[in-house]
T-cell receptor
Framework: KAGVTQTPRYLIKTRGQQVTLSCSPI?????VSWYQQTPGQGLQFLFE???????NKGNFPGRFSGRQFSNSRSEMNVSTLELGDSALYLC?????????????FGPGTRLLVL | DQQVKQNSPSLSVQEGRISILNCDYT??????FLWYKKYPAEGPTFLIS?????DKNEDGRFTVFLNKSAKHLSLHIVPSQPGDSAVYFC???????????FGTGTRLKVLA
């Protein structure tokens, strides 16, 4: 079974631009979560989607948004990019949501904002 | 407020010895815990999990211990191998919630 895939793997943008990242979960998984990883901060939770509905949101500004499609694929959008948005963005999928579910991560998209 | 803490940013261990990685949490409502390993330029890889109804879970060289009264979690790797060198994250989740809280990670270096 294929793992979680994320595209693109690397991205360079300039301040003020917007970016869209894509995540395809493991086949059959319905929950997709997004995380931001920066040095020294660990993984910071952005949001989680299940059956096309956002179930939870972390403490990030409204510039960060996402959505999930009927095939469980998810996209994350960041508008008006700032230098501090440079990070590794990770997507994780799990079969269900809310229970003792293990999340499986994709390789991440490394975003550099200049 | 960091609800999941990994107070040791790094750890070095000789090959063949035991590696012990620690994790403390503050929220008594957490009921499911996981450990992940992460290599540079890759996403975290799931290692082992434990539910709050257990105090130990073992999988090969990896054992996770949970001390609920101390709100403390530890991962033991025996014997340690050079390929275990990576950053290890612990994560926790509360019952019925959809959000995993991650620690900041511990970089393990296994010396040959």
């Amino acid at each position: 079974k294929a793992g979680v895939t994320q595209t693109p793997r690397y991205l360079i943008k300039t301040r003020g631009q917007q970016v869209t990242l894509s995540c395809s979960p493991i086949s059959g998984h319905r929950s997709v979560s997004w995380y931001q990883q920066t040095p020294g901060q660990g993984l910071q939770f952005l949001f989680e989607y299940f059956s096309e509905t956002q179930r939870n949101k972390g403490n990030f500004p409204g510039r960060f948004s996402g959505r999930q499609f009927s095939n469980s694929r998810s996209e994350m959008n960041v508008s008006t990019l700032e230098l501090g948005d440079s990070a590794l963005y990770l997507c994780a999928s799990s079969l269900l949501s809310g229970g003792a579910e293990t999340q499986y991560f994709g390789p991440g998209t490394r975003l550099l904002v200049l | 407020d960091q609800q999941v803490k990994q107070n040791s940013p790094s750890l070095s261990v000789q090959e063949g010895r035991i590696s012990i990685l620690n994790c403390d949490y503050t929220n008594s409502m957490f009921d499911y815990f996981l450990w992940y390993k992460k290599y540079p330029a890759e996403g975290p890889t799931f290692l082992i999990s434990i539910s709050s109804i257990k105090d130990k879970n073992e999988d090969g060289r990896f054992t996770v211990f949970l001390n609920k009264s101390a709100k403390h979690l530890s991962l033991h790797i025996v014997p340690s191998q050079p390929g275990d060198s990576a950053v290890y994250f612990c994560a926790a989740k509360g019952q019925g919630t959809y959000k995993y809280i991650f620690g900041t990670g511990t970089r393990l270096k296994v010396l040959a």
